[in-house]
């Protein structure tokens, strides 16, 4: 492996609405696998769309890019309207409607995919057993493992049938945590046999259904990996979720900038541990600054290290055949683009969910 194609690991953030020359010269060079979207890149489905185009033009035509955005619902949504807004996960569990549930995933999908994104920072699979949970709450499609399973089932394959890979997070389950990643370092206490009959349930249940990805945790979990975040830990990364779950997917760090991380370690140390840990790609939301300084750390590492170097080339594998199996399609013409979002189904699906709520 090029030691250059390290940067095929770093799928990246940044800010405005066009995409930076600099980020298009490290995607053109292979050495940025793929881009995060946030509300502050989209503030139009046209806009969202011209820079997705622009996106997929600057990377090498065998490598295409993940082109990503965290569209669950609720409050985690980040495309403007015409495009589909559904209700929290809770909202859309209590309509008690799988195929409901699934149909709405594959309008999301196909909205998405018209624009020009082909991966979904969904389904929410962490099962919401603390009440004061500050990140999860209702993003959760409630605190049954099996209706938790059930509803993220549905979700991920009307997602996937749609064209678009489903991300599930956050492994393995921040539902019962107090404490928001983002601001801190969560701990979770429960013996394995707990995570078992709760947490992982969902997990298991997505992996069985063929999810394309999952993102990690930035938890500790005290009883299997003591002091080590989930993200960092080849215990949870690599010997529980590969080799006792069974998934070969495409594995996602959570954002590096995240407190839970940032303020323990360099985002440099982080996403070397983070991929030798198991992660295949990692999220570097906020700076492209940062995601230099990860691209040459990884190298440095690939460079000194012949086990880290496979480890590597084992990540970027994995991640360029996910994004050759399902590369971002944007629509041809604006009239292809308004024709596939906000059309008929998506107002039809807003009634059908409007009249089946509890």
Do not use: W
Not at 72 to 92: F, K
Not at 219 to 244: H, N
Not at 300 to 313: L, T
């Amino acid at each position: 492996m090029k030691i250059d194609l390290v940067g095929q690991i770093i799928v990246g953030g940044f800010d405005g609405d066009a995409f930076p020359q600099i980020f298009a010269r490290e995607l053109s060079a292979g050495r940025r696998g793929g881009v995060i979207l946030f509300k502050r890149n989209v503030p139009s489905v046209e806009a969202a769309h011209a820079l997705c185009r622009s996106i997929l033009r600057a990377a090498p035509a065998d490598m295409p890019p993940f082109i990503g955005v965290d569209q669950e619902g609720g409050r985690v949504t980040r495309l403007p309207p015409p495009a589909l807004s559904l209700p929290p996960m809770r909202d859309l569990a209590r309509v008690g409607d799988p195929d409901l549930v699934a149909q709405a995933a594959r309008i999301v999908a196909t909205e998405l995919r018209a624009i020009g994104l082909n991966l979904n920072f969904a389904p929410v699979l962490d099962v919401d057993t603390e009440p004061d949970n500050p990140v999860i709450g209702d993003r959760a499609f409630g605190s049954d493992p099996a209706a938790v399973s059930r509803f993220g089932i549905a979700y991920l394959t009307g997602l996937q049938n749609g064209g678009v890979m489903a991300c599930g997070k956050h492994f393995p389950g921040h539902g019962d945590t107090r404490v928001d990643s983002h601001l801190g370092l969560p701990v979770v206490e429960h013996a394995r046999s707990r995570l078992d009959q709760i947490e992982l349930v969902p997990f298991r249940a997505a992996i069985g259904a063929g999810i394309a990805a999952l993102m990690t945790a930035h938890i500790v979990c005290e009883k299997i990996d003591p002091g080590v975040p989930a993200t960092l830990s080849r215990a949870i990364c690599t010997d529980l979720l590969r080799g006792e779950l069974g998934f070969f997917g495409v594995l996602f760090s959570d954002d590096l900038h995240m407190k839970a991380i940032a303020a323990r370690s360099s985002i440099e140390d982080a996403a070397v541990a983070a991929v030798r840990a198991g992660c295949d790609a990692v999220l570097v939301c906020r700076s492209e600054d940062a995601q230099a300084r990860v691209f040459d750390a990884l190298a440095r590492e690939a460079e000194r290290d012949s086990v880290f170097r496979e480890r590597c080339a084992e990540a970027v594998t994995r991640g360029l055949e996910a994004r050759r199996s399902r590369p971002p399609c944007p629509a041809a013409t604006s009239d292809d683009l308004r024709a596939a979002v906000g059309g008929q189904a998506n107002a039809d699906l807003t009634v059908q969910i409007g009249a089946k709520k509890p």
